[in-house]
């Protein structure tokens, strides 16, 4: 059984940082993929960031680039996604992910586990 648990959302004020951790259960492949995902309140789920399990390939969305940053720890099972700058924006319920086979297309793949949530709230 796969197990995805998200911590470390909580309320932050706008341009402050929050760092995301979601731990995995089980063993991974190199060739799978981890993402992180968020939905906003009336809003569709949105693609947010991913990372290969091995080798350097990441992913953001056009939105979180050059604020957000995702990586790993191969060791802990742990994914993170640091957040920077943070904007009101921001404010979802973020999910993380795993692909269930290879992934080739990180934006595209199909994520077939998914942790509880964690929301993040950015205030003024």
């Known amino acids: 059984q796969v197990q995805l648990v998200e911590s470390g959302g909580g309320l932050v004020q706008a341009g402050g940082s929050l760092r995301l951790s979601c731990a995995a259960s089980?063993?991974?492949?190199?060739?799978?993929?981890m993402g992180w995902f968020r939905q906003a309140p009336g809003k569709e789920r949105e693609f947010v960031a991913a990372?290969?399990?091995?080798?350097?390939?990441?992913s953001y969305a056009d939105s979180v680039k050059g604020r957000f940053t995702i990586s790993r720890d191969n060791a802990k099972n742990t994914v993170y996604l640091q957040m920077n700058s943070l904007k009101l924006e921001d404010t979802a319920v973020y999910y993380c992910?795993?692909?269930?086979?290879?992934?080739?297309?990180?934006?595209?793949?199909?994520?077939?586990?998914w942790g509880q949530g964690t929301q993040v709230t950015v205030s003024s």
């Open positions: 992910a795993r692909t269930g086979s290879s992934a080739y297309d990180l934006r595209t793949a199909w994520y077939n586990y």
């Open positions: 089980g063993r991974t492949f190199s060739s799978f993929a």
């Open positions: 990372i290969m399990w091995s080798g350097d390939r990441t």
